[in-house]
């Protein structure tokens, strides 16, 4: 967990600030949850090995006894920190859905919580920056979430990212052509899942040592592109790749590759997934795919969904923004001793006329002041003390008077 | 703790950005920091009874045996939710002196968490918009915190606050003066804040009954005002109201009143304490004093800190911001079975134009839906089907369809 600075906290506000309002253009909404959420359904078997990860919030008004009798941490916690944004959204929807759209799109952008041991970027407290659509069974669903992804990318100046796409009806007719045994069906697909680190060859020495006869399975796992409906291999669902290829078609402003090996972590999706790609990264900058299953576990009744999140921690570190004109930005530089009241009437007069100022104290290296004033941010400074006024007031720009 | 829908989050975040900009345009910086603290931070002694109200945090990995040698649920628990934005800033400070201004204007704008029971107005998770200066010893730093506070309330259209004030040596001169032993000062004050409830003969009687000679007490208690130089009362701390003097003085843009019987919790505060009364309420809306002491306690040395918090919840539910205008806010109401590729494209062209923009599937009733729209803020819309084209897109406005 860490602390944001001035500098990087208002960059990180200006890079969300460029995705919220591409999301909001996009026709999506922006709603918020609460960070803890009920122990029980963090633990609802929807999360994955997320829930390993999520941080138990211990109850409150506990006695020793109680501590004495407890066998299990988790009888200690009603409470637990979200470990992502889906499982609040899926009790978010079953709550309120009599009050939101038959189609309902909402924005979240918001932190998450997972106790990972400390290595370097990965974080304990995490923002992510999910949309999803609710209620839609069509491609229309993947078709906006992938428009709506790839033009925030565009917005924040991120070139050449792809979207890898596939469908998990893909993944299992896969398996099944290779007669996986459908207990096997999720060990498999850790395995496939580590073909960037094991290559193909070990995927199918992996899947071998399970019992499984793979002949022919690494050069399918090497299979991409556009042109397999000429081909048919054996092991491709065509109504699903169909489904791919109208939707690449659909989003011409975005880069689709197909992927038969892209599997995405979590066990609720059933249909599309995908995942952003940078052309200068080892790993994605987010991704998301159909869970048509989800909601349902809290509504009763299935829903359709459909959800992509992007990763914010890794984005903004790739982000380069021009920098924000501070113009307008004015640091009164001022004795220690000066009247307080002529400063503060002086400062008052300064944002009446629009601009933003701060009251800094002389230290005894003026030119270090200066220099830090305008790594700050600040555009011009004025020495001020207990007689200046307003009308004698000079500004003078930081970047010449530093070189 | 709650959900919020779309428009009730859109308003909240409209609501934080008028706090966050004025703030910044006075020349403060925003920061962030986790929203877990080391538990032995959290109950350091530093955050009054609110350090009963922390969530506590699981530690991870317990063992049931763990569990049965514990005594104290805080023993299981080596981290918690932050209940209030001062002690993780003390606990910032510390951390990045060498890397802040030497004098250090913070913006807080965050949730914070405390276990109360569920309650009308009370919530376990809220937002608090705090700013602090650190590293000012003198008049300069109330002088600038009333101000932007002001400048807040003002830009948010919340006429007629008023700012009351004292200073907590007067307090302790006042108790001083009727030879409150102490030890009892504590209990005193707590009596003392009592005085909207039980009244000035209510708290003499509470101070009589620990002992303590009260006569006159309820006199002074109900004294107020700026003319009390002249008269002299003898439990007047002097230094102090001349301070309080010249700070009304300072501050013309807000309304100053001198309560002596404004106490504030936080045993944290040294001197000057100031609360928000809105003309129509029978609380606060915000706070804050000068904590000199405080800082040191996590960094060694003492350093000067002023620091006014806005209580963000109460403040959302009394702003009647003028509705946003969405004049470019646009859906299209297409059938179930529209072709999604071509909706997407007429969406992307609107966007292009500079439009927000939702796709909306028909419902059987079209004025329901339409109502609906415009009460989410869409101003304009059109009925779409797989032949419409852009060129042919009549958008119609919603506010002349409705009637």
């Given at each position: 967990?860490?602390?944001?600075?001035?500098?990087?906290?208002?960059?990180?506000?200006?890079?969300?600030?460029?995705?919220?309002?591409?999301f909001?253009?996009?026709?999506?909404?922006?709603i918020?949850?609460?960070?803890m959420?009920?122990?029980?359904?963090?633990?609802?078997?929807?999360?994955?090995?997320?829930?390993?990860?999520?941080?138990?919030v211990?109850k409150?008004?506990?006695?020793?006894?109680?501590?004495?009798?407890a066998?299990?941490?988790?009888?200690?916690?009603?409470l637990?920190l979200r470990?992502d944004?889906?499982v609040?959204?899926?009790r978010?929807y079953?709550?309120?859905?009599?009050?939101?759209?038959?189609?309902?799109?909402s924005?979240?952008?918001?932190?998450?919580?997972?106790a990972?041991?400390?290595?370097?970027?990965?974080?304990?407290?995490?923002?992510?920056c999910?949309?999803?659509?609710?209620?839609?069974?069509?491609?229309?669903a993947?078709i906006?979430?992938?428009?709506?992804?790839?033009?925030?990318?565009?917005?924040?100046?991120?070139?050449?990212?792809?979207?890898?796409v596939?469908?998990?009806?893909?993944?299992?007719?896969?398996?099944?052509?290779?007669?996986?045994?459908?207990?096997?069906?999720?060990?498999a697909?850790?395995?496939?899942?580590?073909?960037?680190k094991?290559?193909?060859?070990?995927?199918?020495?992996?899947?071998a040592?399970?019992?499984?006869?793979?002949?022919?399975?690494?050069d399918?796992?090497?299979?991409?592109?556009?042109?397999?409906?000429?081909?048919a291999?054996?092991?491709?669902?065509?109504?699903?790749?169909?489904?791919?290829?109208d939707?690449?078609?659909?989003?011409?402003?975005?880069?689709?590759?197909?992927?038969?090996?892209?599997?995405?972590?979590?066990?609720?999706?059933?249909?599309?997934?995908?995942?952003?790609?940078?052309?200068?990264?080892?790993y994605?900058?987010?991704?998301?795919?159909?869970y048509?299953?989800?909601?349902?576990?809290?509504?009763?009744t299935?829903?359709?969904a459909?959800?992509?999140?992007?990763?914010?921690?890794?984005?903004?570190d790739l982000?380069?923004?021009?920098?924000?004109?501070?113009?307008?930005?004015v640091a009164?530089?001022?004795?220690?001793?000066?009247?307080?009241?002529?400063?503060?009437?002086?400062?008052?007069?300064?944002?009446?006329q629009?601009?933003?100022?701060r009251?800094?104290?002389?230290?005894?290296?003026?030119?270090?002041?200066?220099?830090?004033?305008l790594?700050?941010?600040?555009?011009?400074?004025?020495?001020?003390?207990?007689?200046?006024?307003a009308?004698?007031l000079?500004?003078?720009?930081?970047?010449?008077?530093?070189?």
């Amino acid at each position: 967990m860490r602390d944001f600075l001035p500098a990087d906290k208002a960059r990180r506000e200006r890079v969300l600030s460029v995705i919220r309002e591409t999301f909001l253009v996009h026709g999506f909404d922006e709603i918020e949850t609460p960070v803890m959420e009920d122990s029980s359904r963090l633990h609802a078997g929807l999360g994955g090995d997320n829930e390993k990860l999520a941080f138990g919030v211990l109850k409150r008004g506990l006695t020793p006894e109680d501590l004495a009798v407890a066998r299990d941490p988790l009888e200690l916690a009603d409470l637990g920190l979200r470990f992502d944004l889906t499982v609040p959204l899926a009790r978010f929807y079953a709550t309120h859905r009599t009050a939101l759209p038959s189609v309902f799109r909402s924005i979240q952008i918001a932190p998450v919580w997972r106790a990972e041991r400390p290595q370097k970027g990965r974080f304990r407290q995490f923002v992510q920056c999910d949309i999803d659509i609710i209620g839609e069974a069509g491609p229309l669903a993947e078709i906006e979430l992938i428009t709506a992804t790839s033009a925030a990318l565009d917005a924040l100046g991120l070139r050449g990212c792809t979207i890898r796409v596939n469908d998990r009806r893909i993944l299992i007719c896969l398996l099944n052509f290779w007669q996986v045994p459908a207990e096997l069906h999720e060990r498999a697909l850790i395995s496939i899942d580590k073909l960037d680190k094991i290559g193909a060859d070990g995927v199918a020495a992996e899947l071998a040592a399970l019992g499984i006869d793979t002949e022919g399975l690494a050069d399918a796992l090497a299979t991409s592109g556009w042109n397999l409906m000429a081909d048919a291999p054996p092991w491709l669902d065509r109504d699903a790749y169909q489904s791919l290829i109208d939707l690449r078609t659909a989003v011409p402003g975005a880069e689709l590759v197909f992927d038969p090996t892209l599997v995405r972590g979590m066990g609720y999706y059933t249909g599309t997934i995908f995942e952003v790609a940078h052309p200068e990264l080892g790993y994605s900058l987010g991704g998301g795919g159909r869970y048509d299953g989800m909601i349902g576990r809290f509504l009763g009744t299935d829903v359709p969904a459909t959800g992509f999140s992007l990763g914010f921690e890794r984005i903004v570190d790739l982000v380069e923004l021009a920098d924000k004109e501070e113009a307008d930005a004015v640091a009164l530089v001022h004795d220690r001793k000066a009247d307080p009241a002529t400063l503060v009437a002086l400062k008052t007069q300064l944002i009446a006329q629009g601009k933003r100022v701060r009251l800094e104290p002389r230290t005894k290296n003026t030119k270090t002041l200066l220099d830090q004033l305008l790594a700050s941010g600040f555009s011009h400074f004025a020495f001020v003390n207990d007689a200046t006024t307003a009308s004698e007031l000079e500004l003078r720009p930081l970047a010449e008077t530093r070189g």
